[in-house]
């Protein structure tokens, strides 16, 4: 594809379960970035993947959530028992390198923990 | 440390006119500054971006401000178009830091009006 990709665009569940986001960036991009976006905020940032470890994971709010990017391609934003508080928008973005390089976002998981 | 301040929160302008968002920044290990614009539903998109050895940065109807003394940058539109009503975020990383996560503001709502 064109763009970074993500499924599903919209996911609801129930408080405490588990999800998975993914995340598809524009082939050839070694960097992966995830980001969430709160209603009327700015995305908050997560993770960022170079390659396929997680070079800088001061972002996740605490240890419900996991990120993976076994292949160094596709990414998977892991949540456990969610709270109605992890509602929000998840973006991830992808960039050729690291530095100064455009990040380029995809349109967002809408997540609604109920 | 680590916040950037937007403001205003949002704008309206008539069509033709100029639209101004700010930003300001305490961190001074900042050194790249991107503008994303954002339409509902959608993942940002970079408008334009700049580092601190530059003032002024133009592409198109879209400047970019740069006061590294002040620690603040803004953005410009000229002529502003109806269909340039988005969502615009400014950002800040630390490029030679190699954390490269963006740190957003808050966004601006600018509505153009015909």
């Known amino acids: 594809g064109a763009g970074v990709s993500q499924t599903p665009s919209n996911k609801v569940t129930e408080k405490g379960k588990y999800v998975e986001l993914r995340c598809d960036p524009i082939?050839?991009?070694?960097?992966l970035y995830w980001y969430r976006q709160s209603l009327g905020q700015g995305p908050e940032f997560l993770i960022y993947f170079q390659g396929t470890g997680a070079a800088d994971d001061s972002g996740l709010p605490n240890d419900r959530f996991f990120a993976v990017r076994p292949e160094g391609s596709v990414s998977t934003l892991k949540i456990q028992r969610t709270e109605r508080g992890d509602s929000a928008v998840y973006l991830c973005?992808?960039?050729?390198?690291?530095?100064?390089?455009?990040?380029?976002f995809g349109p967002g998981t809408r997540l609604t923990v109920l | 440390q680590q916040q950037v301040k937007q403001s205003p929160q949002s704008l309206i302008v008539q069509k033709g006119g100029i639209s101004i968002i700010n930003c300001a920044y305490e961190n001074t290990a900042f050194d790249y500054f991107p503008w994303y614009q954002q339409f509902p539903g959608k993942g940002p998109a970079l408008l334009i971006a700049?580092?601190?050895?530059?003032s002024e940065k133009k592409e198109g109807r879209f400047t970019i401000s740069f006061n590294k003394s002040a620690k603040q940058f803004s953005l410009h539109i000229m002529d502003s178009q109806p269909g340039d009503s988005a969502t615009y975020f400014c950002?800040?990383?630390?490029?030679?830091?190699?954390?490269?996560?963006?740190?957003f503001g808050t966004g601006t709502r600018l509505k153009v009006l015909a």
């Open positions: 700049i580092r601190p050895d530059v």
């Open positions: 950002a800040a990383s630390s490029q030679t830091s190699g954390t490269y996560k963006y740190i």
């Open positions: 082939s050839g991009h070694t960097a």
């Open positions: 973005a992808s960039s050729l390198l690291a530095g100064y390089n455009e990040q380029f």
